[in-house]
Structures are given as structure tokens and as C-alpha cells.
T-cell receptor, first 113, second 113 residues
Framework: NAGVTQTPKFQVLKTGQSMTLQCAQDMNHEYMSWYRQDPGMGLRLIHYSVGAGITDQGEVPNGYNVSRSTTEDFPLRLLSAAPSQTSVYFC????????????FGEGSWLTVV | LAKTTQPISMDSYEGQEVNITCSHNNIATNDYITWYQQFPSQGPRFIIQGYKTKVTNEVASLFIPADRKSSTLSLPRVSLSDTAVYYCLVGPPGYSSASKIIFGSGTRLSIRP
């Protein structure tokens, strides 16, 4: 019962490099999202998706791209990494049933130097 | 989702009961109230959810007055391991293309020996 799986867990990038953070879920949830969390701060929504082929911007979308070709996967792409993107990234899924039960992955720690 | 307001931080001692209140004046008729807990270096996890009156589980209780414009998360006899950030979310069941789930800064609870 994996739930929400994020890879990699840790990554160091140089400024200007691109990379993709992977998120996979096995709960058949239609809703998936990406958050970033800077030290001592709350979660900020980057992008979200309500189903395959549908994505939308959150609070802080600049510098990130997403796509949703399958229900299971929701990768987050950093186009040209900047030091300001140093953060912890969390992928989350949500049930479509009553309430707002959200399930989070374990996080991906990204450092841009 | 309805906008929520909760204290930035709270301090308490082991063995005490802790109550964290969340204000949500614009709650809609079909909105649920959900609380999440986040430990350092982990993603938030679901604690409790309610619609009205009182809900209790093995971790916490949730008190919701009749007007539903606020809610109180109650943690009985806290221990050091309850030190975490607590988030209050208010929203409808399911999701839509307008489902920007914003977490905010939460309440940072510190428990002392």
C-alpha cells in the first residue's frame, strides 16, 4: 500500500539546470497537486490537477511546469532552476468522496546552488 | 475554499489539554472542516474532520458550534510528540476545476516538559 510516492527524496541542482520531480499514487485519486514549503513557512500551492489532461496554476506557479497524462502520475518540472526554488516539495492527492481528506507524499528536498 | 484564520503559534506543557481555534466566517452549507498535523520534515497528515457538533477519534476532538463559523481542535493531555504545525481547512466534498486547496501558515504548537 504505497499511497503517494515521490522521487527523488534529495536533489542538488546547479543554477540553470532543469529537472523533474516525480509523483505517483496508487489510490486512483483524480485530484493531485504540488506544494512547496520553505523553512519555517506554510505550504504554498504550485500546480494542481483534477484529472488526466487537466492542470491549473496554484499560488506560485512561475518556474514550474506540470502535465497529467495518467491518473497515477503528476510530474513537476523545473525549467531553469534558481536558488529561490530551494525548498521541500510535497505531492498530494485528494479523495473525491465526502470532505477534504488529502494524502501527502514524504517530500522531496531540493537545493539549488 | 473558505478563508480560515488561526493563531500563528501556541505553547503548552505536557499533560495539558490544548485547544486550537480556527475562524471560518464564510463557510458554505456543504463545507466540511478538516484538520491536519505536520511534523518537521514530513508531509501533513489528516487528523480529524467534521461537519457539525462534535467529532472525536483516538487522536483529537473537534468542536463545531451551531453557526459553524469557527471550530476548535482539542488535543487531550498533550505530550512532547504533539509538537507540530496544525492546519485548518474548510471546503466542500469532492473537487472541481476551482479546487485551489490553500493551506496557509497553520498554528505552530510547541509542547514543553
Amino acid at each position: 500500500n504505497a499511497g503517494v510516492t515521490q522521487t527523488p527524496k534529495f536533489q542538488v541542482l546547479k543554477t540553470g539546470q532543469s529537472m523533474t520531480l516525480q509523483c505517483a499514487q496508487d489510490m486512483n485519486h483524480e485530484y493531485m497537486s504540488w506544494y512547496r514549503q520553505d523553512p519555517g513557512m506554510g505550504l504554498r500551492l504550485i500546480h494542481y490537477s483534477v484529472g488526466a489532461g487537466i492542470t491549473d496554476q496554484g499560488e506560485v506557479p512561475n518556474g514550474y511546469n506540470v502535465s497529467r497524462s495518467t491518473t497515477e502520475d503528476f510530474p513537476l518540472r523545473l525549467l531553469s532552476a534558481a536558488p529561490s526554488q530551494t525548498s521541500v516539495y510535497f505531492c498530494a492527492t485528494k479523495t473525491g468522496s465526502a470532505g477534504n481528506t488529502i494524502y501527502f507524499g514524504e517530500g522531496s528536498w531540493l537545493t539549488v546552488v | 475554499l473558505a478563508k480560515t484564520t488561526q493563531p500563528i503559534s501556541m505553547d503548552s506543557y505536557e499533560g495539558q489539554e490544548v485547544n486550537i481555534t480556527c475562524s471560518h466566517n464564510n463557510i458554505a452549507t456543504n463545507d466540511y472542516i478538516t484538520w491536519y498535523q505536520q511534523f518537521p520534515s514530513q508531509g501533513p497528515r489528516f487528523i480529524i474532520q467534521g461537519y457539525k457538533t462534535k467529532v472525536t477519534n483516538e487522536v483529537a476532538s473537534l468542536f463545531i458550534p451551531a453557526d459553524r463559523k469557527s471550530s476548535t481542535l482539542s488535543l487531550p493531555r498533550v505530550s512532547l510528540s504533539d509538537t507540530a504545525v496544525y492546519y485548518c481547512l474548510v471546503g466542500p466534498p469532492g473537487y472541481s476545476s476551482a479546487s485551489k486547496i490553500i493551506f496557509g501558515s497553520g498554528t505552530r504548537l510547541s509542547i514543553r516538559p
